[in-house]
């Protein structure tokens, strides 16, 4: 996985934690959905990057 790729996943997963916690303390659930849903797009990207990886050698 490239380091770039990484950061990007990385910050995208972060934010999505923060979105939900700003929702949850909000009490806006759709700011936690939104947030939840930052977080898993960033893990399935980075499975992708792995898997691409595992062929790559």
Known sequence: ???????????????GKIKEGVGRATDDERLEAEGRGDQASANLKQAGEKIKDVFRK
């Open 1 to 15: 996985m490239g380091i770039e790729d990484k950061l990007n996943n990385t910050a995208e997963n972060t934010g």
